[in-house]
């Protein structure tokens, strides 16, 4: 029996470190412009490594390369998940620099409306290549019934990736996020708010379920 016991801890053992060793799970942050999708990053980096990922901004397309924060520990109910958190920029069918001016002077637009549609291209890479999970930011106060939400949704869902649904602004007054549990019944719908920092405890649940 001791022999067998000895035997038992050190496969044991073995497992263990194998398990602790495995990388941690890309979670791409997709959506359109403007949901709050760095800002949910940020708000996750900083709650868990004291630091932030990106820029923030009310202009479209602030986030126009995919940002990476890894090795961020999420700790539930005793245990720890660590993932690394892909910040991509917002998917959209078309960047029109005119969108922009009202904000910079049009030679500037310009240069961003051309990375932006760069970094709408790099966000699709990412999606098909590179994560193993998602998480899918909507702004509760918009209609969640469009075309790049239709076709990202279905992307993710062809490559049967894991996804939660994140109804993300429900501190404005239009929120609705029966909306958008409507759009999508068929994923688990999150509200919150990421810059308020509202629900924060039920998403970082919903993360760990899903991707520990």
């Known amino acids: 029996m001791g022999l067998f016991t000895e035997l038992k801890d050190s496969i044991s053992r073995v497992t263990d470190r194998l ?41 479209p397309h602030e986030t126009r390369r995919a940002r990476r924060k890894e090795n961020v520990e999420i700790e539930r109910d005793g245990k720890t998940v660590t993932i690394d958190i892909v910040d991509t920029p917002g998917v959209t069918t078309k960047v029109d620099y005119e969108e922009f001016t009202d904000e910079m002077e049009e030679d500037d637009a310009i240069r961003r409306s051309r990375e932006a549609t760069e970094g709408v291209a790099e966000a699709m890479h990412w999606l098909r290549e590179d994560v193993d999970g998602v998480v899918y930011v909507l702004d509760s106060a918009e209609d969640p019934i469009t075309q790049v939400n239709t076709m990202l949704i279905g992307i993710i869902e062809s490559r049967d990736l ?20 409507d759009a999508f019944p068929q994923h688990k719908t999150i509200p919150l708010s990421a810059k308020e920092g509202d629900n924060m405890d039920e998403v970082y649940d919903s993360i760990a379920e899903y991707f520990g």
């Open 162 to 181: 894991p996804v939660l649904i994140f109804a993300n602004k429900i501190d404005l007054d239009d929120s609705s996020i029966k909306r958008i549990e």
């Open 19 to 59: 398990f602790s060793e495995q990388e941690p799970k890309r979670i791409g942050i997709y959506g359109p412009p403007n949901a709050g999708k760095t800002t949910l990053a940020n708000r996750i980096a900083r709650d868990w490594t004291g630091d932030a990922i990106g820029t923030e901004s009310h202009v």
